[in-house]
């Protein structure tokens, strides 16, 4: 990055992240919503149980920033759908763990391989850079979770 003063925002690796990620958001959003019936919150809540096997609702809560009744309302709705079973903790009955169907994966699976097929399109217009580029995000992303607040 320069010290251009006059460099426009638009311009800058933030902005231009930003523009990445909402567009990723957008068609996740879309797909969801629009295909499959859940919404975005929904979907990261089953990637969420599948990512973190036997996570509680205050794990997943925690992992995503969401509230604990956002949480707890929307994983009630994905067991009614039959999407996600609960289970409470034995040692610790206020713990309530939560776990994926069968049903609740197949439609997991389906999503995010549409997802992934769709971003493969737009991340292979790269070509032989592509894997540069990953490796950068993951050098970031690694960076990130080690940085302080005020990096």
Same mark, same amino acid.
């Given at each position: 990055?320069?010290?251009?003063?006059?460099?426009?925002?638009?311009? %800058?690796? @933030?902005? &231009?992240?930003?523009? $990445?990620?909402?567009?990723?958001? /957008?068609?996740?959003?879309?797909?969801?919503?629009?295909?499959?019936?859940?919404?975005? %919150?929904? *979907?990261?809540?089953?990637?969420? !149980?599948?990512?973190?096997?036997?996570?509680? #609702?205050?794990?997943?809560?925690? %992992?995503?920033?969401?509230?604990?009744?956002?949480?707890? #309302?929307? !994983?009630?709705?994905?067991? +009614?759908?039959?999407?996600?079973?609960? /289970?409470?903790?034995?040692?610790? /009955?206020? $713990? @309530?763990?939560?776990?994926? %169907?069968?049903?609740? #994966?197949?439609?997991?699976? &389906? !999503?995010?391989?549409?997802?992934? /097929?769709?971003?493969? @399109? !737009?991340? +292979?217009?790269?070509? +032989?850079?592509?894997?540069?580029?990953? +490796?950068?995000?993951?050098?970031?992303?690694? *960076?990130? #979770?080690?940085?302080?607040?005020?990096?």
């Amino acid at each position: 990055m320069t010290d251009d003063p006059h460099r426009r925002f638009a311009d %800058t690796e @933030v902005f &231009l992240l930003h523009e $990445i990620a909402a567009y990723f958001d /957008r068609r996740a959003k879309a797909l969801s919503l629009g295909t499959h019936g859940l919404t975005y %919150t929904e *979907f990261l809540l089953l990637l969420a !149980v599948r990512e973190m096997p036997d996570a509680s #609702q205050n794990t997943i809560a925690q %992992t995503f920033n969401f509230s604990a009744s956002t949480v707890s #309302q929307r !994983v009630a709705r994905l067991v +009614d759908r039959g999407l996600l079973t609960q /289970r409470r903790d034995e040692d610790n /009955r206020r $713990i @309530v763990h939560v776990h994926l %169907t069968e049903s609740g #994966q197949d439609l997991l699976d &389906l !999503v995010y391989d549409d997802l992934a /097929r769709r971003a493969s @399109v !737009v991340f +292979d217009s790269l070509g +032989d850079r592509r894997a540069c580029f990953h +490796d950068s995000l993951v050098e970031l992303c690694r *960076f990130l #979770q080690h940085a302080p607040d005020a990096a």
